[in-house]
């Protein structure tokens, strides 16, 4: 997989491994901006002291794993969560960065039962997972599974074709959101095309 690249967030340094042999054939192997946009926010002053420190996190479509293991490396009890092929490098990320009291890695494919997460979970993170309108009957699925009244869902988004109507899906399916002003993102992610939304379950 090659050499780690070293990612700074917050006051801490990430050494962060992309699914090389994998990235020909699933889209996730790789870093993408989303989830370093995530990432950044989740140590900015807008979270009061201490908001992950022995929370239930569970990041969906980790990809390489960036937001999950920050929420870990601030304190929370991580699940990283993915499809089969990418446990193996998601776990050496785990390792990499000696998160393994952490944070576990998990295969979890969406609409499948979520029962041995022991739901519902404290936190939910996301990232550029708003793309293709057939995978969000799944998804919506999934995250009413993990989710209650009291879970925070971290959405990261960029505007692609088709966010619009992921977007609908989710309303359709009883989620409500509020955007992350754009001030309160780290100064390197502000943009128009880029954004988090603070998602949460309608009960």
């Not at 967030?9 to 889209?27: F, K, Q």
């Not at 009244?149 to 960029?158: K, M, P, S, V």
């Not at 505007?159 to 509020?178: D, I, S, V, Y």
Request: aromatic fraction near 8%.
């Amino acid at each position: 997989m090659g050499i780690g690249r070293e990612i700074e967030i917050g006051d801490r340094t990430l050494i962060i491994h992309d699914h090389e042999d994998l990235a020909d054939s699933i889209a996730g192997s790789w870093t993408w901006d989303c989830s370093l946009v995530l990432a950044q926010w989740l140590p900015m002053p807008s979270w009061p002291p201490d908001s992950f420190t022995g929370k239930r996190v569970v990041e969906l479509g980790a990809g390489t794993g960036i937001p999950g293991l920050t929420a870990a490396a601030l304190g929370a009890s991580v699940v990283l969560t993915d499809i089969p092929e990418l446990l193996p490098g998601l776990q050496r990320n785990v390792d990499e960065n000696d998160l393994r009291q952490q944070a576990t890695v998990k295969s979890l494919m969406w609409g499948d039962d979520c029962s041995p997460l022991s739901p519902p979970v404290d936190f939910l993170l996301m990232s550029d997972l708003l793309y293709d309108v057939k995978a969000m009957p799944a998804l919506c699925k999934t995250l009413n599974e993990l989710a209650d009244g009291r879970t925070q869902i971290l959405l990261a988004y960029e505007l692609r074709h088709g966010t619009t109507e992921c977007f609908k899906a989710l309303l359709e399916a009883g989620f409500r959101w509020t955007k992350v002003p754009q001030e309160e993102l780290h100064p390197q992610w502000q943009s128009e095309d880029i954004g988090i939304f603070r998602v949460f379950k309608q009960i």
